[in-house]
Structures are given as structure tokens and as C-alpha cells.
């Protein structure tokens, strides 16, 4: 019997009132691979990765990290994850270093002088060591932004759902977090991408979903989707824009310019 894969969505369907924000996703991600989830705003993408990591309660299906079903052994299951918002869930009123001990504490890292090493890495590789022992509510939205990552990073997870990873970033810290991402696939980690930057997708992900109103539209690599829109030379935002009805707003656009 072969190994589980990393991922698992099994028809994932969620309603908020009487709003359908997703509507059966079957997903599948493997050891190793950078997946990304594209979509317009409001399509369902974020309620997909808190369904898949556990953050949210599917109306009905199932989700599982690595075997381990999320609703029925939460504990293991996020411990296995980390799970990166877009808007990052930080504590102002503590340091970098001090939340970041809390994040430890929280998984359980056995306290000592190898955790501290580890926090000074993550400190490092995201160049944040003046910052460490400032204030997080001194931080700026980027600052912000790379505290959040560090600390998905702490517990060395199996999966990550990474939600807008490069947002507020300046372009050393954006083309930092790309090589990081690669590094993540390179050994075996499962990365899942959430973007609006399409270039960002397309030099990155292994594979793509591209959901609209709730359903999965594509899946495959970039070749897959191209050969399934019969545009062979086809760019990822060309293919977007086709699968989520983008070009048919063009002459809208036109007309208004032309006003």
C-alpha cells in the first residue's frame, strides 16, 4: 500500500448562509510538491486551505495531512502543518524573540539553547536580527509579514499553506521567500501556494488549481492547463484570465476608457 499523500481534499464543500464559498473540491497534493492555488477574490480560495489545514469546518467532506484526518486528530494533524495567513496573527505587545518563544512553547519545542539557535536562524534568514527584541507593534506591515513566516517555519512542519506569503514584502524579501519556497519542495515538503502574483505561480508551483465561484475550473502543470485551453504558447495570467472569464471584459474596459 502506498504512502498517503501529503494533502487531501475530499469533496470540500462549505456554505455560509445560504452563500456556497465552496462547492465540492477534491484536491491532492504529494511529498515534495509546490502547488499552487489560484483564483479571483472571493472565489474560495482562503476557506479551502483553513478547510485543508483545519481552521474551518467544511459544510461536508474530508481533509487529511499526511494520512491524519484533520477534524478527527486535530493535534496531530496541525502539528504536521504550518499555516501562514495572509494577514498574519501576531501579538503586538510582545518582541519578535518573545513571540516566537511563545510559537515554540506552543508546539511543544523543548526549551534550551538549540531553540534558541534555531530562532536566531529564522531571525537571520529573513534578515530580521535588529528587529528580534523590538516591539512587534513597532514592526511595519512587511516586517509583520516576515515574523509570520518565520514562525510557520519554527516547528519544521511536513505541509505548508502559505496565503499571499509575499504580501507587503520589498523585492530582497519577495525574491528571498521565492528561493525559500523552492528549498521547502527540494526537501520533500509539500507547499501550498496562494497568490494573485501569476508570475510568482508560474516560475514556482509544480502544479496548479485554479478555482472560480467555489469550484475547481483546472488542475495540472502549466503544460496541462495550456493543452487543455489549446493555447500551447499561453501565458499562466492568459490562461487564468480564459478559465475565470477575464477577456470578456476587455471591451468593457475599452469602452469606459473611451468615454
Known amino acids: 500500500m502506498g504512502r498517503a499523500p501529503a494533502i487531501e481534499g475530499r469533496g470540500l464543500f462549505r456554505t455560509f448562509g445560504r452563500v456556497v464559498a465552496v462547492d465540492g473540491v477534491d484536491i491532492r497534493i504529494e511529498?515534495?510538491?509546490v502547488f499552487g492555488l489560484l483564483g479571483p477574490n472571493g472565489a474560495g480560495k482562503t476557506t479551502t486551505l483553513r478547510m485543508l489545514c483545519g481552521l474551518v469546518m467544511p459544510t461536508s467532506g474530508s481533509a487529511t495531512i499526511c494520512g491524519v484526518d484533520v477534524w478527527r486528530d486535530p493535534l496531530r494533524a496541525r502539528a504536521m502543518l504550518g499555516y501562514l495567513d495572509e494577514e498574519p496573527i501576531v501579538y503586538p505587545h510582545l518582541t519578535g524573540r518573545e513571540?516566537?518563544?511563545l510559537v515554540a512553547d506552543l508546539y511543544g519545542l523543548e526549551r534550551g539553547p538549540r531553540r534558541e539557535e534555531q530562532i536566531d536562524?529564522?531571525?537571520s534568514l529573513m534578515e530580521m536580527d535588529e528587529k528580534a527584541d523590538e516591539l512587534i507593534s513597532s514592526y511595519s506591515h512587511g516586517t509583520r509579514q516576515k515574523i509570520g513566516l518565520v514562525s510557520v517555519?519554527?516547528?519544521d512542519p511536513e505541509v505548508f499553506f502559505l496565503d499571499e506569503p509575499t504580501n507587503g514584502l520589498d523585492p530582497r524579501a519577495a525574491r528571498r521567500v521565492k528561493e525559500l519556497v523552492r528549498e521547502l519542495g527540494q526537501r520533500g515538503r509539500a507547499v501550498v501556494l496562494s497568490t494573485h502574483i501569476l508570475e510568482v505561480a508560474q516560475a514556482l508551483?509544480?502544479?496548479i488549481a485554479i478555482i472560480d465561484r467555489?469550484?475547481?475550473?483546472a488542475v495540472g502543470t502549466l503544460e496541462d492547463l495550456r493543452t487543455g485551453a489549446g493555447a500551447a504558447q499561453a501565458s499562466l495570467e492568459e490562461l487564468f484570465l480564459q478559465l475565470t472569464g477575464g477577456p470578456e471584459h476587455r471591451d468593457v474596459i475599452?469602452?469606459?476608457l473611451a468615454r
Open 31 to 33: 511529498r515534495g510538491e
Open 99 to 101: 513571540f516566537m518563544r
Open 121 to 123: 536562524r529564522l531571525f
Open 153 to 155: 517555519l519554527l516547528h
Open 205 to 207: 508551483c509544480d502544479r
Open 214 to 217: 467555489g469550484r475547481l475550473v
Open 254 to 256: 475599452e469602452r469606459l
